[in-house]
């Protein structure tokens, strides 16, 4: 059987790409929250890694539709 490595934590990581993409892309995150149906307070939480919130799997899919990403990107530790 292969051995698998995963992220301990994938919060922090899914946190910052969603704020790069979304700055890349010049849009605010009162924006990005209007376009995904979300609160601007819980676009803004979940971008300063507020640990209480966490995304489900359609509000991902939602935010890489909207900023122009594949949702894997939103996966992908940033290069060192």
Do not use: C, W
């Amino acid at each position: 059987m292969k051995n698998y490595e995963f992220e301990d934590n994938i919060y922090p990581i899914v946190r910052q790409n969603i704020k790069e993409y979304r700055l890349a892309k010049g849009m605010t995150s009162a924006e990005l929250a209007e376009s995904v149906e979300l609160s601007h307070e819980f676009i803004r939480a979940l971008e300063s890694n507020n640990p209480k919130f966490t995304l489900s799997i359609k509000t991902l899919y939602k935010i890489s539709v909207v900023l122009g990403v594949r949702i894997d990107k939103l996966f992908t530790p940033p290069a060192d």
